[in-house]
């Protein structure tokens, strides 16, 4: 212990912690998500519900993951992210689909802790990349990202089509 953190007054912030999100987690999840939407100002699209993420998350073949982040024992954040694949690399990556930090938490490390246990895993796998996507308006997170080495790529313009698209589409199908 250093003699300043002796010092009646002085407190030290806990550093923010992760962990892979359980079964027990889905409550936790829902609620960061429908943050997240609320953030986003897309309340009225969010329609998943904890039934959906406990099939997805842990189902009998679950495609997509979640970790959480914490201050103490308190959860503090959240990354969902799935495994992508780059035929330029020939191999998987992962892409980050959504990571959100509950607002009271924000500067105390959690965001970073949560983006350095996914870079950790792509290190341990042997993925290729690490990817995400970022809403332009959000210049706090633009810059954050920068910060750690991933500055916008503005060669590359999202493309997402919605259920009823894909409905149309699929009719087309030989």
């Known amino acids: 212990m250093s003699p300043s953190s002796d010092r009646p ?20 999840i829902a609620g960061f998500v429908r943050s997240l939407a609320a953030y986003e100002n897309l309340s009225e699209k969010m329609v998943a519900t904890p039934e959906d993420y406990a099939a997805a998350f842990f189902g009998d073949n679950p495609r997509v993951f979640c970790e959480l982040g914490f201050i103490g024992d308190k959860p503090a954040g959240i990354a969902v992210w799935f495994y992508s694949f780059s035929t330029f690399l020939g191999r998987h990556g992962l892409y980050l689909e959504d990571i959100f930090v509950d607002p009271a938490a924000r500067g105390q490390g959690v965001g970073k802790a949560l983006l350095a246990r996914l870079a950790r895993r ?49 009719k087309e199908c030989p």
Do not use: Q
């Open 9 to 28: 007054g002085r407190h030290r912030r806990p550093k923010p912690t992760t962990r892979a999100a359980t079964p027990e987690d889905i409550e936790v």
């Open 122 to 170: 792509c290190v341990d796998e042997g993925l290729g990349r690490f990817e995400w996507t970022v809403l332009d308006w959000n210049k706090s997170a633009i810059g954050f990202y920068a910060a750690m080495g991933a500055p916008l790529n503005d060669a590359w313009v999202p493309v997402r089509m919605t259920r009823e698209a894909i409905e149309k589409l699929a």
